[in-house]
């Protein structure tokens, strides 16, 4: 197999020169450059990142955990994650920590085993361990779609988690909205199905309902809240519990797929028909959303940007590893149909920060 040292030789440079031209470490004159890039097409010359690694203690890759893969908003966070890696020049290892902290803190070790140079996370809903971790070992890391709180001790503002940068969507404004476009439509017992308990998005989610039943008017009465989890089958149990009230709601609202796929479920199970006899209105957009029938009113979360965003973060970090944490916050897209019991319409998004 070829080596550098037959590169350099054929081409008539130093191994420094053909490591130059490699790693884009050196600007290096077009006509060498050329001649290095021949002699390795010529002895078919694979570079080793492995002994690269060894000499610069960098692995050019990162770490990627993030609970249910599988889930069409997460595959999307990574697909944006996995085009801009690409793009630097970075390979992901990727884990799935199943939304334990247990497993969640043996990933993100082994993980750091392999020596990535950062790492992005979607952090559990008790990450305590993990990001003590991670600060522990300073390890570069981005925290996505799920804020993680700074310590109780740590001087940092409010919307800082000490040194760990952060991207999600905003979801305070949007879900208020779904609320207030109910309430709009005459519905006054507004029902929520709200996601896995502890994580920041289920949250806010329930302060945006909150918030958009007082700007409606309408009291919060908590026995039209339902807890699902991350999985369908928890939303078709809250849903068939909000049914089964003496008065039930008359609207819905989902917190996220998962829980409209198990609400859409339940009401299936009672031969409820959607927007008839309740309204619906859900966190997150899919592909197929609109092949329902009726096709579903979201709020359509900018899931890939969130993934690219994470990994320009974590390469800013890496570039400069003091400066100051950032949180960002990306805008939803309002997108209107008809499952909230609007007439037919021609698919409308309301972009920015609906509210
Ligand atoms: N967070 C945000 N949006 C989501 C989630 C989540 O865990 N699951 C499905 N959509």
Not at 201 to 208: D, L, M, Q
Not at 263 to 274: D, P, Q, T
């Amino acid at each position: 197999m070829a080596t550098m040292v037959d590169v350099a030789r054929s081409a008539g440079v130093s191994v420094a020169t053909v490591s130059h031209v490699l790693n884009d470490t050196r600007p290096v004159l077009p006509d060498t450059r050329q001649a290095v890039l021949s002699a390795i097409e010529e002895l078919g010359y694979i570079p080793n990142t492995l002994a690269r690694s060894l000499v610069t203690s960098r692995t050019r890759s990162i770490g990627l955990a993030v609970s249910a893969i599988s889930n069409p908003y997460f595959t999307e966070i990574l697909q944006g994650v996995e085009a801009g890696s690409l793009e630097h020049g970075y390979s992901l290892l990727i884990a799935d920590p199943h939304d334990d902290p247990e497993h969640e803190l043996k990933v993100g070790r082994l993980l750091h085993e392999r020596r990535v140079d950062g790492m992005i996370v979607a952090p559990s809903a008790d990450p305590d361990a993990l990001v003590a971790y991670l600060g522990r070992h300073s390890v570069p890391t981005v925290f996505l779609d799920r804020v993680v709180e700074a310590p109780a001790d740590d001087a940092s503002p409010s919307d800082q988690a000490g040194p760990f940068d952060q991207v999600c969507a905003e979801n305070i404004g949007p879900t208020a909205q779904l609320v207030t476009h109910l309430a709009g439509l005459g519905h006054r017992r507004i029902g929520l199905v709200a996601g896995l308990p502890g994580l920041s998005t289920t949250g806010e989610r329930i302060a945006g309902y909150r918030h958009g039943l007082a700007a409606a008017g309408l009291p919060y009465d908590e026995r039209l809240l339902a807890h699902g989890d991350s999985e369908s089958a928890a939303a078709e149990r809250a849903t068939a519990a909000l049914l089964s009230l003496a008065a039930p709601p008359t609207a819905l609202v989902t917190a996220n797929n998962a829980m409209t796929i198990g609400a859409l479920r339940a009401l299936r199970e009672r031969g409820l028909s959607v927007p008839g006899d309740l309204a619906l209105c859900c966190f997150d957009d899919f592909a197929w959303a609109d092949l329902f029938e009726p096709r579903l009113t979201a709020i359509a979360q900018p899931s890939r940007e969130i993934g690219a965003e994470a990994v320009r973060l974590l390469l800013d970090r890496l570039a400069a590893p003091d400066r100051p944490a950032r949180v960002l916050r990306l805008p939803c897209a309002f997108v209107h149909r008809t499952s909230c019991g609007c007439p037919d319409q021609p698919e409308k998004h309301t972009k920015g920060n609906v509210s």
